[in-house]
Structure formats: C-alpha cells, structure tokens
C-alpha cells in the first residue's frame, strides 16, 4: 500500500488525522480540497458561488488524478465519494478508511466555521443529519472505518495504522 485515503463528513476530522498519520510514516499528506483551491486559485466557497457544487467536484475529480500518491495520505473533501468513478478510483489506488462521526458531533465541530458552502444557510443538526444519510453508503465502500467522535487525535491515528496492517497482514 502507497497511498492512503480519508473519507468522512466535514468535520470528521481527515486533515489532523492527515497530517498526523503523514507525519507518523513520513509520507506526504495531501488535503485535497486546499490541491483544489491552490489550482483554481480560489477557495472551495468561491468556486462552489461561482462554478455550483458540479464545477467543483469536476475541479476535485481532475486535481485528484493530477497528484503523485506515492507514499501519500489523502484526505478527501466530504463528497469526493458520491462519484462511483471516485470510490473506484481509490480502492484500485490506495485504501480506504472512512472516518465515522454522528451528525451531532459533527454539528458541534462545524457550527462555527462559515467556510462550509454546503452548510451555507444550513447550519443545523437535522441538515447534516439528511447529508450524513445521503452519503451513507458511499462512506460505508471504504477498506475500514473507524468511530471517529472521540477527540483523541493520537487514538485515532494509532487505530487506523493498527487496522490498516491488520488488513494487509499475509498471513
């Protein structure tokens, strides 16, 4: 395995865990809503005003093939998944793990950050709630998942390398 995918809801904490994972295997991280906004030249909020959720995640599929994932944990943008092309893109290139966050806790981690375009007028549980099922099933297709509403960054990176080598050991 070279390349390591993070999937989950906004909120579910795929860029700390990145970067700490990266860190933890010396391998390079990349969050690919920032590879988007760095080629577009504009952040994720701008492009969703300008271009609509489809110029983005069309924006976010190209720069996705466009990075060299050797030794390189990826954490994905929260609907990255709802594309098929995507979810099989990742499993035939890397794996797979899905953060899992309850909407709830995922409401308290967010409701501050105004960056969110989808949350843009609906800053509230139930929202995120009917998003989080919506998703669902695209989350669930990944190698693993891990219950990610504990806030212990260093527990979550640990359970993820523990079942990620569970899950390439050959015996």
């Not at 797979?96 to 806790?105: A, I, K, N």
């Not at 007028?121 to 099933?137: K, T």
């Amino acid at each position: 395995m070279n390349t390591l995918f993070l999937t989950g809801m906004m909120g579910s904490g795929k860029s700390a865990i990145g970067r700490t994972l990266a860190a933890k295997l010396n391998w390079n991280y990349v969050d690919l809503d920032r590879a988007v906004e760095q080629d577009a030249g504009m952040t994720v909020l701008d492009i969703f005003e300008k271009e609509g959720e489809s110029g983005f995640r069309k924006r976010e599929r190209e720069v996705s093939r466009s990075l060299d994932l050797h030794k390189c944990i990826v954490s994905t943008g929260g609907g990255f998944v709802i594309d098929a092309e995507n979810r099989r893109w990742m499993r035939k290139t890397g794996f797979v793990v899905w953060l899992h966050v309850s909407p709830d806790v995922i409401f308290q981690r967010v409701r501050h950050r105004a960056h969110r375009p989808l949350l843009q007028g609906n800053m509230n549980v139930e929202f995120i709630a009917e998003l989080f099922e919506s998703r669902r099933n695209f989350y669930e297709d990944a190698d693993i998942s891990i219950d990610a509403d504990i806030d212990d960054l260093e527990f979550k990176t640990e359970l993820i390398l523990e079942k990620v080598l569970n899950a390439h050991d050959p015996r």
